[in-house]
């Protein structure tokens, strides 16, 4: 996860300028990006309990997973018509709605394009203000180039924390438009610029997955097992095998982990 860099900060700050503008522009729309287990699907939900204390399950968060919803090829344009319905009749009901789209990598391609006008300055939903909408696309497209630049930092004695956002941004803008396996293939989302922020989330290192360890054994009660935490920060696999920088699933393994130590 980015917890330690200036990123949250950064992030935290577009947020809330956002929010405490009464008739912003244009909506809020970021893109995080990131191998599993890097903390993607946690900074959303944050999100999403800040701004209504319950996330997932208010009626005005709502997330589109694409196994689920989008899952037959041969019904996109369908999809088209039902995500663009969805959308706005959500928006009309609040304008403050938030808008999750899980696992963009397996998002057919073109079905996306459809919210281009929600996204930018020009389209009007009747009876809402349609720009005080939160979009969050949350894939791990890009992750090649986030794990490169983060690899490259870490042989040159640079600390991960110094990576600035402006080294990551544009590249994962290429490689998210140019992936076939991107849900952003040669999308006009892109090319018009309507995504607000970048947001690359970089790969774990041991003391980043045993900070996780020790997070999730203080909500079971066990905050003092500090050899809990170090037996699973040291079963964990790191990579590349010469260095043993990064954590090959980030935290995603931590639950499983600790019950074979407790």
Same mark, same amino acid.
């Given at each position: 996860?980015?917890?330690?860099?200036?990123?949250?900060?950064?992030?935290?700050?577009?947020?809330?300028?956002?929010?405490?503008?009464?008739?912003?522009?244009?909506?809020?729309?970021?893109?995080?990006?990131?191998?599993?287990?890097?903390?993607?699907?946690? $900074?959303?939900?944050?999100?999403?309990?800040?701004?209504?204390?319950?996330?997932?399950?208010?009626?005005?968060?709502?997330?589109?997973?694409?196994?689920?919803?989008?899952?037959?090829?041969?019904?996109?344009?369908?999809?088209?018509?039902?995500?663009?319905?969805?959308?706005?009749?959500?928006?009309?009901?609040?304008?403050?709605?938030?808008?999750?789209?899980? /696992?963009?990598?397996?998002?057919?391609?073109?079905?996306?394009? $459809?919210?281009?006008?929600?996204?930018?300055?020009?389209?009007?939903?009747?009876?809402?203000?349609?720009?005080?909408?939160?979009?969050?696309?949350?894939?791990?497209?890009?992750?090649?180039?986030?794990?490169?630049?983060?690899?490259?930092?870490?042989?040159?004695?640079?600390?991960? /924390?110094?990576?600035?956002?402006?080294?990551?941004?544009?590249?994962?803008?290429?490689?998210?438009?140019?992936?076939?396996?991107?849900?952003?293939?040669?999308?006009?989302?892109?090319?018009?610029?309507?995504?607000?922020?970048?947001?690359?989330?970089?790969?774990?290192?041991?003391?980043?997955?045993?900070?996780?360890?020790?997070?999730?054994?203080?909500?079971?009660?066990?905050?003092?097992?500090?050899?809990?935490?170090?037996?699973?920060?040291?079963?964990?696999?790191?990579?590349?095998?010469?260095?043993?920088?990064?954590?090959?699933?980030?935290?995603?393994?931590?639950?499983?982990?600790?019950?074979?130590?407790?």
């Amino acid at each position: 996860m980015f917890t330690d860099s200036i990123w949250p900060r950064k992030l935290c700050r577009e947020v809330a300028r956002f929010l405490k503008n009464k008739s912003p522009e244009r909506p809020l729309v970021l893109s995080f990006h990131g191998s599993s287990g890097t903390g993607k699907t946690l $900074v959303s939900s944050m999100l999403g309990n800040h701004l209504y204390g319950s996330a997932m399950s208010s009626p005005y968060v709502h997330q589109f997973v694409p196994t689920l919803h989008f899952s037959l090829p041969d019904r996109v344009k369908e999809y088209r018509e039902e995500l663009k319905s969805w959308v706005q009749g959500n928006l009309t009901e609040c304008a403050r709605s938030v808008f999750f789209f899980e /696992e963009m990598e397996k998002m057919p391609p073109g079905l996306i394009d $459809v919210l281009e006008p929600f996204l930018g300055p020009s389209h009007i939903v009747v009876r809402t203000n349609y720009r005080k909408a939160i979009y969050i696309f949350i894939g791990t497209t890009g992750e090649e180039v986030i794990k490169k630049l983060a690899l490259e930092s870490r042989q040159a004695g640079r600390d991960r /924390e110094e990576i600035k956002l402006a080294e990551l941004e544009e590249a994962i803008a290429r490689a998210v438009y140019n992936s076939t396996t991107s849900g952003f293939f040669q999308s006009s989302i892109i090319q018009q610029k309507l995504i607000t922020r970048y947001v690359p989330f970089l790969p774990l290192s041991r003391r980043h997955v045993e900070r996780c360890v020790h997070s999730q054994l203080c909500q079971r009660g066990s905050c003092g097992r500090s050899d809990v935490v170090e037996a699973v920060g040291g079963d964990m696999i790191y990579s590349p095998v010469q260095g043993q920088y990064f954590s090959s699933t980030g935290c995603k393994a931590v639950p499983a982990k600790i019950n074979l130590f407790l």
